[in-house]
């Protein structure tokens, strides 16, 4: 039994069974190809993948995975660019029980060496070549590797096209309480976290969030946020199934191909973090187009000021776009504002509550986000990062801070959790910190972010050198990438500093150096 199998039988054992009536996206797929099997579930460039052709892909993968040993409730990973392979796999792995396990394309061997081992990972599937990146070379430097790799496109990608060509298997469909998939989110203690969440649980959300935009067949949805991280993972995989929307996929994001490919296909969705919708504006300005098409973008997983939102309105005459808050635990809490009117009015909303929510601990109206709904994550991968993630009573402990407005809206008002959020992406500054401490020449080191209108956060490394020794930019670059730590954490500024301000106990004293960091 591997680790994932016990942390699973313990939190079963801890959590309440599925709602009834609850499914999974491989039973719901195979009712849907019925219906329509013509239907187009997502566009990768040139490629339209119907759902009989996404679920005959996905039965002739199971079946290869099978003639080599790969069994029901074993983990797969992919670290794959938004590409329709990446769809394939998920509906693999939700036909046949898989548990999977999504890697962002910037994991180099210093992430890969903590996730796929306490996974178990029995089958990888990676990028041949993706920009200047070499998968094999990524995957030799691997001291554990998982026991299949299968490289996707480009010069090694034939083992994956004859996979798809197999003989198929008979679905194994998985019981709705089971792992669908283990993300892995930077944590507070440094370490990344896996995230655990069942079938029934992305049912509900799915479901619930669709019910909200009021998503329908003919909303087409436009998905350049990462497939390895949960939002863009429930756009390109789950959304076109449960509600009949069409993915249109983007590997990578330019804001001017984005607005031309948008108008072309007469997109009505999308999402992203700030960068996305503030690139998107100016795009729009510049073409002198509103996008009439678009519907809803929704903008969330860092700082959105609300004058971006409002030139978002303004730009986009028949979108409602607004702000959403939630998390790789509790996905899309509170997935926006209704219609334009109230959007107009609640520019500086984090969205319309749209689970159980309380505020703990409050003072002046403020306190810590309590969350509670079916779309919550199981738990944690290690059982150490449950620790005081839960009140007595079932919520989880978000670690933000907010205040709730007109007993409706939720309005996000600062973090416990001392994390950046940098481009959508959860950094780790203790993650950073330990890394940099590894430096000969580094005694201390404290990072922390700072607002950046392209970033959302920058990240801001302060550091003191040992006595005597020389300690610059390029040297903190050259030592990170030696660590093979992924380029997204690096910090965009170093401080050099004789000391570091410190309380009493001499914890270093972060908003200070948010403060020194802003000049």
Known sequence: MNSLDQRMIQLQASRPPAPTG???LGQ?????????????????????LTRVQMLDAALALGGALEAQGVHPGAAIAFQLPNWWEACVINLAAAIFGYRLVPLLTIYRSAELEQIMPACDVEVLFVFDRFRKHDGAALVATLRRKPRLVVFVRGERGHEFTRMLAHQPARPALPDADDAKMVLFTSGSTGGPKGVIHSHAAMDALITRTAEFWQTDLDDIFYVPSPIGHIGGSIYAF???WVTGCTAILAENWDADAALRRMAQAGVTFMAGATPFLRGLVSAARQAGTSLPDLKRFVCGGAS????????????FENAVISRAYGSTEIP???????NRDEAFERTESDGEIAVDLKLLNKEDETGEIALKAPQMFLGYLDPADDEGCFTTDGYFRTGDLGRIVDERFIEITGRK?????????????????????????????????????????????????????????DSMLEHLHALDMAHQ??????????????NAVGKVQKIALRQIARG
């Open 22 to 24: 609850s499914q999974g």
């Open 28 to 48: 719901l797929a195979i009712a849907r190809t019925a219906e329509a099997p013509n239907r187009v579930v997502v566009i990768d460039g040139d490629v339209h």
């Open 238 to 240: 789950e959304f076109p």
């Open 304 to 315: 959105v000021p609300p004058e971006l939102v409002r030139n978002g309105l303004e730009q």
């Open 332 to 338: 899309l809490a509170c997935p926006g504002i209704r």
């Open 417 to 473: 959790k001392d994390i950046i959020i940098r481009k959508g992406e959860n950094i780790s500054p203790l993650e950073i910190e330990n890394a940099l401490m590894r430096h000969p020449s580094v005694r201390l080191a404290a990072v922390v972010g700072v607002p950046d209108d392209e970033r959302g956060e920058m990240v801001v490394a302060f550091v003191v050198p040992v006595e005597g020794a020389e300690f610059g930019f």
């Open 489 to 502: 954490k690096f910090p965009e500024r170093l401080e050099i500093t004789p000391s570091l301000p410190v």
